[in-house]
C-alpha cells in the first residue's frame, strides 16, 4: 500500500527544470580528478562502501549550498595532502551557466561564469538541491540546534536576505554576551549600551522570525498531504517553538529587561531566536517520543517532498534531487515507488552499493557510473 497514491507529477515546463550537465572535480575528498556528463532524469552512482559514492554526492551538494552535509570544516573537503580542491559544474535551467567552488586552507571563493561571487547570499540561491541522507530521521532526536541547522539551509535557498540577517543576529548576539560578562565584572560600567544591543538583537531577531515562521507556515500548508501520500493516514504538524512567539518587539524587550540580572550572572543571552527548535507531530503527539523509525523516516520524506513544492511554487524551478544510499533507507517496493513518483523532470542522484536490485526497465533509462579506487566511469 506504501507510496502508491504518491505518483504526484509535476508538470514542470522547460526553463523551470533545473539540470546540472557536467562535473569536474579536482582534489576533492578522495577523488584527484573526476570529470562527468550527467543524464537528465537518473544517474544512478554504484559502488561497494568507502568507494567515495558519497563523496560524488556532496561535491555537487557543495556546488549548490558552498558547504557539506557531514562535516563543517571546508577543509575536509581538500583531498588528503593537497593544498586547495575546486568543484565545477554547468547547470542549465533557462541558460547555462558555470559555476564553481574553490576551497584552499586560505578561505573559499565561488564564481559563477568566472567571475568571482563576494557575497556567498548571492551565489547560494541560483542552484536548488534537496538531499535525502539514509539516516536523517535521527534529526528528530538530536539536538536543536541541528534542526535549526536543517531551516536555516533550507529557508536561505528560498530567501537571499536571511543568511544577511542571520550573520547580523550572531554578530550582535556574540557582542552582546560580550558586554554582560564586561558588566558583571565591571559592575558599574554602563547598561545603555547594552540596551542599545539588545534592541539591535531584537531587529534581527525579528527578521529571522518572521522568515522562519513563514517557512513553516508554507510547509505545514502541505506536508500532511505528501505523508499521506507515502503511508494514507496521519497527520502532521511542525511546531514552531520561539522566545518570539506571539509577542511584539516592545513586549521581547521587555523581558530582556526584567531578567537583565539572570542574564548579568549567567553571562550569556538567554532569550531570542538561537534558541528556537521545530517539533514535528504526528497525529499531534511528538514524533521523536511516539513515532517509530519508519514514521520517523516517512515524515523527513514528507518534509522532503514538501520542500520541492515549495522551491517550484516560490521559485519557479524544480530542483535537483539526492538520494544517498537509497536501499538502507528503503525495501524495493518502496524505492520503486518512489522513483515513479520522481518523473522525468526532476534530476535525480542516486547512490547504492545493490545496482542489482534496481528495476532493468529503470536501469534501461538510466546513466549509470561506477565507482572505484578513486575513480568514477560512466558505465552507459
Ligand atoms: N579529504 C579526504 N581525502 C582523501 N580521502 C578522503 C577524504 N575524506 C574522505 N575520504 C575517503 O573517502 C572515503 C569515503 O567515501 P564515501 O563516504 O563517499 O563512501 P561511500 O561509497 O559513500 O561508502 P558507503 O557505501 O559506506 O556509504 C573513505 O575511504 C575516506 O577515507
Ligand atoms: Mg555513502
Known amino acids: ?12 515546463k522547460e526553463g523551470q527544470i533545473m539540470k546540472l550537465n557536467t562535473i569536474k572535480l579536482i582534489n576533492f575528498r578522495n577523488y584527484p580528478k573526476v570529470e562527468l556528463n550527467f543524464n537528465n532524469h537518473l544517474n544512478i552512482i554504484y559502488g561497494n562502501n568507502g568507494e567515495g559514492k558519497t563523496n560524488l554526492v556532496e561535491a555537487i551538494y557543495v556546488l549548490s549550498i558552498t558547504k557539506s552535509f557531514r562535516s563543517n570544516d571546508d577543509k575536509m573537503l581538500i583531498k588528503d595532502g593537497e593544498l586547495s580542491t575546486k568543484i565545477e559544474g554547468e547547470i542549465e535551467n533557462d541558460t547555462k551557466n558555470n559555476y564553481q567552488v574553490i576551497i584552499s ?15 556567498l547570499s548571492d551565489y547560494i540561491t541560483k542552484i536548488n538541491v ?13 539536538s536543536p540546534q541541528s534542526r535549526r541547522k536543517l531551516i536555516n539551509i533550507e529557508i536561505s535557498k528560498l530567501e537571499k536576505e536571511y543568511i544577511v540577517y542571520l550573520n547580523n543576529y550572531n554578530k550582535i548576539l556574540k557582542q552582546r554576551n560580550f558586554y554582560l560578562r564586561d ?4 559592575g558599574n560600567a554602563s547598561k545603555d549600551y547594552l540596551d542599545i544591543l539588545t534592541q539591535k538583537l531584537v531587529e534581527w531577531g ?36 520561539s522566545d518570539y512567539k506571539n509577542k511584539s518587539k516592545e513586549e521581547i524587550i521587555k523581558i530582556y529587561d526584567k531578567n537583565y540580572k539572570r542574564e548579568l550572572a549567567m553571562g550569556k543571552t538567554l532569550y531570542g531566536i ?23 523516516k516517512n515524515a523527513i520524506f514528507a518534509f ?33 515507488n518512489i522513483i515513479n513518483l520522481l518523473n522525468d523532470n526532476i534530476q535525480t542522484f542516486i547512490t547504492t552499493t545493490e545496482l542489482d536490485r534496481l528495476d532493468e526497465k529503470l536501469l534501461a533509462t538510466s546513466s549509470i557510473y561506477k565507482v572505484e579506487r578513486n575513480e568514477i566511469r560512466e558505465e552507459k
Open 105 to 119: 586552507k586560505d578561505g573559499k571563493k565561488v564564481k559563477i561564469n568566472n567571475n568571482i561571487i563576494s557575497k
Open 183 to 186: 558588566l558583571y565584572i565591571n
Open 304 to 336: 522532503k517532498l514538501a520542500e520541492i513544492d515549495l522551491i517550484m511554487k516560490e521559485k519557479n524551478t524544480l530542483p535537483l534531487l539526492i538520494l544517498d544510499d537509497l536501499f538502507s533507507a528503503l525495501d524495493n517496493e518502496k524505492v520503486k
Open 1 to 12: 500500500m506504501y507510496l502508491n497514491t504518491m505518483i504526484i507529477k509535476y508538470n514542470a
Open 206 to 241: 525579528f527578521k529571522i522570525f518572521n522568515l522562519r515562521e513563514k517557512f513553516i507556515n508554507s510547509i505545514n500548508e502541505i506536508i500532511s498531504k505528501k505523508y499521506q501520500s507515502i503511508c494514507h493516514d496521519g497527520e502532521i504538524f511542525i511546531n514552531y517553538r
Open 130 to 142: 534537496i538531499l535525502l541522507l539514509p539516516d536523517e530521521q535521527t534529526i528528530f532526536t538530536s
Open 274 to 296: 538561537h534558541h528556537d527548535d521545530i517539533i514535528f507531530l504526528l497525529d499531534n503527539k511528538d514524533i521523536s517520543e511516539w513515532g517509530s523509525n519508519g514514521q520517523k
